[in-house]
């Protein structure tokens, strides 16, 4: 049936989305379209909202850090926040992928992505050490101080197994078993990445922050809450095992 414009009525069904269908889907279903680029995942779904989310907290980092004389200290917040935002990008990018060559295609760019983000992440380890070390202070004094240090680590070790799981099977016993412990990485990247947002929310409660930078717990909070609502409707079940 034609409307009043001569152009023919569609029904939501007819697109296999139903009038109550969220408009940005619900959860786990963004897929990346075949012969789509995929750099449309960063923005696919709730990836917008994610965008946001991740946006918004660097740019908290950022505008408070460099508003305030610069120092060796302010490029510790500086690049684990950058490092932070490749590593969403990272997760973002391969969420959607479905068919083969997509997963191809989104593996090696979340790889190098990630990769990346983890250089920015241990610029801003080596910095906090060094600073430490010229102004002989304490390790491990703050919440802040253990969550990075367990995030630091956790990532290493992340690293390590999704790199080893895809370009080096034969430590797995071949490729059928390396793939069975996909699953394992993909939800404990998802475990990582909500400890790196607890640490960045737990700098704020450092003393540096509360006499100089002055970044607000809620505001912290809101941004990585933003960033979640967008990054974990994404998940695809099926992917850790689950459906």
Known sequence: MASATGVPDVHPEALGRGEDEPLLGRAGDASQQDGSALQWN???GTAVIAQAGIWILVGIVWGSVLSKPVILFSAHPLLNSAGLLLLTQGALILQPTHTASQKRSGTLTHFIVNDL???LLLGGLIVIETN?????????ESAHAILGLLTYA???VQALVGFTQYFTPQLYGGVDRAKRVWKYHRASGYLVFVLALATVASATQTTFNRKVLGIQLWAVLVAAAITLAGVLPRVKKQKLGLA
């Not at 430490?132 to 491990?140: A, G, T």
Request: proline share 6%.
């Open 132 to 140: 430490k070390q010229l102004n002989s202070l304490p390790h491990l």
């Open 42 to 44: 960063l923005v696919l």
């Open 154 to 156: 956790l990532l290493a």
């Open 117 to 119: 983000g983890l250089l």
